[in-house]
């Protein structure tokens, strides 16, 4: 095969690939496009925290609705020393 050729055929078949998997790709993940928000640290998204017997505080950051159900984040204080006990999570992550 000649250069030239094989050349053509490599950039036409990488550019076929790349074009549908953008495509695939865009398919899959649901981008979500719209107007910004800053929340304050010590602030609720909605101003509604969740405030637990034990002094611990959740304040919503970034809610599911804004996500399309994709991530969860919230800030977490707490009054009294050390955190919650050992857990783990069977159908969420969590850092």
């Known amino acids: 095969m000649e250069r030239k050729i094989?050349?053509?055929?490599?950039a036409g078949t990488?550019?076929?690939?790349?074009?549908?998997l953008n495509g695939l790709g865009n398919s899959?993940?649901?981008?979500?496009?719209?107007v910004g928000y800053k929340v304050n640290a010590?602030?609720?998204r909605?101003?509604?925290?969740?405030?637990?017997?034990e002094g611990d505080?959740?304040?919503t950051k970034v809610a599911t609705k804004d996500t399309d159900g994709d991530i969860f984040v919230w800030e977490s204080s707490r009054i009294k020393e050390g955190g919650p006990s050992?857990?783990?999570?069977?159908s969420?992550?969590?850092w």
């Open 6 to 10: 094989f050349l053509r055929a490599f």
């Open 14 to 20: 990488t550019s076929f690939l790349i074009t549908s």
């Open 28 to 34: 899959l993940v649901k981008l979500k496009q719209g």
């Open 42 to 44: 010590g602030q609720d």
């Open 46 to 53: 909605f101003g509604k925290p969740i405030t637990l017997l």
């Open 57 to 59: 505080t959740f304040t």
């Open 86 to 90: 050992y857990h783990y999570h069977f």
């Open 92 to 94: 969420q992550d969590e």
